[in-house]
C-alpha cells in the first residue's frame, strides 16, 4: 500500500514562497508519476504540476514560470517550490502518486497567501 505524506504549507504573503514537500512509501518511487493538485472550497481538485518518471515535467498555465515541481528519487521525496505567491493560490495541496496507473494521496497541506 502506497502511503503520502505532504507537508510545507503554511501562511504567506503575497509575493513571497514556499516548498512543499512530499514522501512517497510502499512504492517503486523510480517508477512513480508524482504530480502536485490544489482545491478551493467548492471547487474541484486541479492539477497544478506533475513530474514524470523521466523527470519530465508539466504544470497549469496559472503557475507556470512560478512554481518548480522537482523529485529526489533516492529519498522518494517530491517537491513543489512555489515563488511569487498570489493570493489565488491559497488551496490546500495534495500529493499525488500514481504507479502503475494506482493513485495514492495524501492528506493534503493548507496554504494560504495573503494579500
Known amino acids: 500500500q502506497v502511503q503520502v505524506v505532504e507537508s510545507g504549507g503554511g501562511l504567506v504573503q503575497a509575493g513571497e514562497s514556499l516548498r512543499l514537500s512530499c514522501t512517497a512509501s510502499?512504492?517503486?518511487?523510480?517508477?512513480?508519476?508524482m504530480g502536485w493538485y490544489r482545491q478551493t472550497p467548492g471547487k474541484q481538485r486541479e492539477l497544478v504540476a506533475v513530474?514524470?518518471?523521466?523527470?519530465?515535467?508539466n504544470y497549469s498555465d496559472s503557475v507556470k514560470g512560478r512554481f518548480t515541481i522537482s523529485r529526489d528519487n533516492a529519498k522518494n521525496m517530491a517537491y513543489l517550490q512555489m515563488n511569487s505567491l498570489k493570493p489565488e493560490d491559497t488551496a490546500v495541496y495534495y500529493c499525488?502518486?500514481?504507479?502503475?496507473?494506482?493513485?495514492?494521496w495524501g492528506q493534503g497541506t493548507q496554504v494560504i497567501v495573503s494579500s
Open positions: 513530474i514524470f518518471r523521466s523527470g519530465v515535467t
Open positions: 510502499g512504492t517503486t518511487f523510480s517508477m512513480t508519476v
Open positions: 499525488n502518486a500514481n504507479y502503475l496507473g494506482v493513485l495514492s
